[in-house]
């Protein structure tokens, strides 16, 4: 019983009166604080799996995007922390591995939009040469 307990000649419940409460209740909000963690980033791996998909769509088979991989791999990092229950690491790494898509999506858009530029310049510069034969 707490009041059988004695600490230098003072019951218990003479120490849990007033502050001594407050302070043990404020010692079971920590201990039941520090035992919530940080919740599971599903949402976030969801947006960077979706990331990254569009961005294999954008970038095409024909280059090789260094981000994609590196995107690829920090999401399967992401999948393996949240398998070991370590949420904060796997939020981290999922939005490492959205960014890393979008790179490589920008990336892979760029060079599309050079070679349909090049192709452009290209048909136009054969029209040019076509009229310039037909001038007599």
């Given at each position: ?53 569009h961005a ?19 999401l399967q ?13 796997a939020g ?45």
């Amino acid at each position: 019983m707490a009041s059988s307990i004695a600490l230098k000649g003072f019951p218990m419940h003479n120490l849990l009166r007033g502050h001594g409460r407050t302070a043990l209740a404020c010692m079971a909000l920590l201990a039941l604080g520090a035992c919530a963690s940080v919740p599971a980033p599903t949402a976030q791996l969801a947006v960077s799996a979706a990331a990254l998909a569009h961005a294999h769509a954008a970038t095409g088979q024909d280059q090789p995007q260094p981000e994609l991989a590196l995107a690829r791999d920090k999401l399967q990092r992401a999948n393996q922390a949240l398998a070991d229950k370590d949420h904060l690491a796997a939020g981290r790494l999922a939005q490492q591995a959205q960014v890393d898509a979008l790179v490589a999506e920008s990336r892979g858009e760029t060079a599309k939009a050079r070679r349909a530029a090049l192709e452009v310049q290209a048909a136009s510069q054969a029209l040019t040469d076509e009229l310039a034969r037909r001038k007599p």
